[in-house]
């Protein structure tokens, strides 16, 4: 168990509406993830974080934003979802002294927009 | 941008069974990992390898990474219904710039019939 939460866990909106998932974790980890995973293409990057106030940008960013203002928590933001946002959202972090990179994710939060 | 390929996509076999997944890619990887995950649930890791040439066992699953680093296959002996689910490769950079950044295969559905 990594102690990450994700919440909500389940969100049904609006197009046009703005959502914030958080990802919180408990171990202090530097390194935080933002994934979506949809049908037939894995999980994909959309941002990640690498220290408090220290982020970037994954490889399908549009349309999202991220804010890290403390070392656990870690908040995705869609500023006016769109139908195409319809996704499962994980949040991963990668604990420190970890040699290869391996990833811990929490349960997902499971996104639909209308 | 680095893409791995992973086949089957679905592979649907009887109890006893054996079966092997791929992972293919163009690019070298400094690691490889391989997650299973759960219909609700996040991924979770099963092994990571490092190797060029490296065979690791994890009871009756064995993970190969193959010499150049570009793919990996994982093998699993005898099939049970418990080794339903959703089989994930992911390949990880080393380096400063990487952050621990992983690139995920499509990722293969596996069913096992009892």
């Known amino acids: 168990d990594a102690g990450i939460t994700q919440s909500p866990r389940h969100k049904v909106t609006e197009t046009g509406t703005p959502v914030t998932l958080r990802c919180h974790q408990t171990?202090?980890?530097?390194?935080m993830y933002w994934y979506r995973q949809d049908p037939g293409h894995g999980l994909r990057l959309i941002h990640y974080s690498y220290g408090v106030k220290d982020t970037d940008k994954g490889e399908v960013s549009d349309g999202y934003s991220v804010s890290r203002s403390k070392t656990e928590d870690f908040l995705l933001t869609l500023e006016s979802a769109t139908s195409s946002q319809t996704s499962v959202y994980f949040c991963?972090?990668?604990?420190?002294?970890?040699?290869?990179?391996?990833?811990?994710f929490g349960e997902g939060s499971r996104l639909t927009v209308l | 941008t680095q893409l791995l390929e992973q086949s089957p996509q679905f592979l649907s076999i009887q109890e006893g069974e054996n079966l092997t997944v791929y992972c293919n890619s163009s690019?070298?990887?400094?690691?490889l990992q391989w997650y299973r995950q759960e219909p609700g649930e996040g991924p979770v890791l099963l092994v990571t390898v490092v190797t060029g040439g490296e065979v690791k066992k994890l009871k009756r699953l064995t993970f190969q990474f193959g010499d150049a680093r570009k793919d990996s296959s994982l093998h699993i002996t005898a099939a049970q219904p418990g080794d339903t689910g959703l089989y994930l490769c992911?390949?990880?950079?080393?380096?400063?710039?990487?952050?621990?950044?992983?690139?995920f295969g499509q990722g293969t559905i596996l069913t096992v019939h009892p």
């Open positions: 992911a390949g990880a950079n080393a380096g400063g710039t990487s952050y621990g950044k992983l690139t």
């Open positions: 171990e202090n980890h530097r390194y």
């Open positions: 991963a972090i990668r604990k420190t002294g970890g040699s290869a990179g391996e990833l811990f």
């Open positions: 690019s070298v990887f400094s690691s």
